[in-house]
């Protein structure tokens, strides 16, 4: 069986001569058009132009050397599809931003968002958040108030809290 990829790199990318559509494949001659309807249409080369959008959209990449060792951690995470998935990265990188959490993934390092709410095992993420980034903007807005009067108040006492300061 010969290997796809070897096949393709041969074939010079092009506009189809026949209907316009890019995308299209030439070699010599020859031409495979992705798209369906047209007289060169390739089905394979569709499959494959569709298969790559998808890839690069949607999968991490697999190759990189990032390792976070003992500071590893697994998410589990849920997909909008449904589909469960599992990804490791460093909990020394999590920080959380509104509905989502991010974190640097093996093993590219690449910061990553996901939803708090398709996060299967949240408890044991949530522990690694600073607890600068528990705070809401109301709670800056206190805090950084306060901080520049060098005054105090209840709820000024309770943002402290939250950051594991002692009221
Ligand atoms: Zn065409």
Redesign the pocket.
């Known amino acids: 069986m010969p290997c796809k990829e070897d096949d393709m790199s041969i074939w010079s990318d092009v506009k189809?001569?026949?209907?316009?559509?890019p995308g299209?494949k030439q070699l010599l001659w020859m031409?495979k058009?992705?798209?369906n309807g047209?007289?060169?249409?390739d089905p394979d080369l569709a499959l494959e132009a569709r298969s790559r959008v998808t890839a690069s959209a949607h999968s991490v990449p697999l190759t990189g050397s990032f390792n976070p060792g003992l500071n590893a951690i697994t998410i589990r995470y849920r997909n909008a599809a449904g589909i469960d998935k599992t990804y490791t990265g460093d909990k020394t990188t999590v920080k959380a931003a509104n509905a989502h959490i991010t974190i640097c993934l093996v093993p590219t390092g690449k910061r990553c968002s996901f939803s708090r709410e398709r996060i299967m095992n949240l408890a044991e993420i949530t522990p690694y958040i600073p607890p600068a980034d528990k705070l809401s903007s109301v709670d800056r807005q206190i805090l950084g108030y306060h901080q520049s009067k060098g005054t105090t108040s209840p709820r000024h006492e309770a943002v402290k809290q939250k950051l594991g300061k002692p009221a």
């Open positions: 189809c001569p026949v209907c316009k559509s299209a031409v058009c992705p798209h047209c007289d060169k249409y």
